[in-house]
């Protein structure tokens, strides 16, 4: 056997292992994107980048050693990403070729899968215009225009965006440690984009624009149908929420990551944080004022909002503001009205769905609250979670002055309490509804605002791992999109939970944690991705925040942790 061991030359070749145990062979240095292309159409979705040896790399990244590779296609997190993010850079180039005096915002998303777009300043975009963008987009989607990355010296870099007038992205540079940047060039345009791209605008076929007050929606497809764009839903509570949030960023002079990194390095970050928790404190008031001027007829507040949304803190705030109007609140656990175990509804896969409307008994809820409405004594369930049945549990009587608080995912659903009359209820939607964005064109996703709350949240509080956590995520987010998003609007209020500053106050927190997570685990991929969003960040210590902060519900030492206003 010695004789077969021997020093060699590369051969030409180099040979690609599938995740699904098939072998590719191609040249060697061939780009990742032209080896799979072999592959392409026995995959459901459009093949935007890969999982090369445990790291997620972009189409045009090259094999030079023998690798294995899973594909990453529009059906899954990190492609749609890849997608969203790369028709960004279509559309600010699309839209720079045609308005060069004009300057576009990607501001936010909206749930059915697009962004809403508005210009700086006080311009704005005509139908005729917008029609033109559409029609320029596609067209550069039609020429199949390579999207090809650069690293240019962060000197460079800080030149040109001068030269543009992007102020936003100078002062958001000027705080980066590294000495290069990595832009991204689309014929003439180029930009600075927070992660991966396509490798040409073929790619990106899929998507729309349509008029919206204030701006448009570049609107594209959502994972479960990746060639698809889903119909168009009117969200105005939703965009008066973010216009609010807007001018929140105004009266703190941040509208950028770059400016709030001024701040700290200014030592303004403690003014930043008491404006911004004031801020919270008044739309809390607000919300308790509406809700006691109603106070005759709404005898149930439903407060609903996704995962690590601040909903019990939240809560809580308002339950000091309503006893501030003499209204008495009394808590009603949701999760009490589990049904029995053996009747809970079952997903796809045949495992419980505990997040399925059905899993309540409605019908006892509907009959319980009515009774405790009336004044009526009444008995209230407790779940055994442990073996799954229903008890009975404590014996309740309101008094006049008492409003029931009721907190869970499917409180914005109409099915939830269907046998009580409207006007009987106050329905609160709670979330990170927006966050500050790195610049004009890079947004923060409120997603991994919520992810990277729960991290810190779960570790300190629960004993989870990180690992844990972001493995669970999707399975929460899957929850999320069904049983949350789609009832938004039926809100009478919104609340976003976004504060300006809160990303760099979970940052030294969070990154010990995320590099907890194992090198080559598939968590690892999102692990990297995060650290370089934190990346961006200033950090800023604790001693600032406030001890009722809606941050604090993650973060720790909450006065509200034990706060029970209510008298049974």
Known sequence: ???????????KSVFVTLDDGRVISAPRGEPIGNILAIAADQYDAQIVGAIVNGYLRELSYPIIYEATVSPVTMGSPDGMRIYRRSLIMLLE????????????????SVSFGGYFCRMEGDDRISVAQLDALE???????????EIERKEVSLAEAIDYFESMGHEDKVRLLSHRKKDYLRM????????????????????????ALEPAEGGFTLRFPRRQSPEEISPLHNYPKLLATFRQYGDWLELLGIDSVGALNDSIIDGRIREVILVSEALHDLHIAKIAEEIAARKENVRVVLIAGPSSSGKTT?????????????????????????VDRDKNPRDAEGNFDFEHIDALDRKRLNHDIRQLIAGEVVQLPKFDFILGISKPGETVQLRKDQIIILEGIHGLNPLLLEELPQETTFRIYISALTQLNLDRHNRVSTTDTRLLRRIVRDARNRGYSPQDTISRWESVRRGEKDNIFPYQENADVMFNSALVYELAALKPLAEPLLRQVPLGTPEHIEVKRLLALLEWFLPVGTEFIPDNSLLREFIGESNLRDFRPWKR
Do not use: C
């Not at 029609?135 to 225009?145: A, G, P, S, T």
């Not at 991204?184 to 076929?205: A, Q």
């Not at 000091?320 to 609140?329: D, K, M, T």
């Open 1 to 11: 056997m010695k004789e077969l061991i021997k020093f060699d030359a590369l051969s």
């Open 93 to 108: 180039t699309a839209f720079f070729m045609l308005y060069p005096e004009m300057t576009i915002v990607i501001d936010h």
């Open 135 to 145: 029609e320029k987009m596609r067209q550069l989607v039609e020429e199949d225009i």
């Open 184 to 207: 991204y060039y689309l014929g003439e345009h180029r930009d600075y984009h927070h992660g991966y791209m396509v490798p040409s605008t073929g790619y990106l076929k899929w998507f």
């Open 314 to 338: 939240s809560s809580r705030r308002l339950s000091v503001q309503l006893l501030a109007h003499g209204l008495q609140p009394f808590p009603l656990e949701m999760d009490n009205y589990f």
